[in-house]
């Protein structure tokens, strides 16, 4: 069971600094204002690499939180009841 506990924890960590990084740069308007929360850049002024670092945000953001549900509720959950039902049968 730890590997699954590091396996989640580095797809949080990933997932997490990943959306910090890029929250960063686009969501942060000033150091006294909002940070990490505020408004995108309108789309008009958009660049394609703009619109990609904002598309892989909302990735590394999701990839955190299935990552770690994943490794820390989903594959545990499946291995217990893979166990619950191989002694039921036997």
């Known amino acids: 069971m730890a590997d699954e506990f590091m ?8 997932g997490g600094l990943g959306w910090m990084t890029i929250a960063g740069w686009y969501r ?5 204002g909002a940070q990490l929360i505020g ?6 002024s ?8 904002i ?3 909302d990735v590394f953001f999701w990839f955190a939180v299935f990552g770690a549900l994943t490794f820390w509720v989903v594959i545990p959950a499946i291995s217990q009841a893979r166990d ?6 036997a």
């Open 55 to 57: 598309a892989l945000m």
């Open 28 to 32: 942060t308007p000033s150091f006294e």
């Open 84 to 89: 619950y039902l191989d002694d039921r049968s």
């Open 39 to 44: 408004e995108l850049p309108p789309v008009e």
């Open 46 to 53: 958009r660049t394609v690499f703009d619109s990609i670092a």
């Open 7 to 14: 396996k989640g924890f580095g797809a949080l960590m990933v």
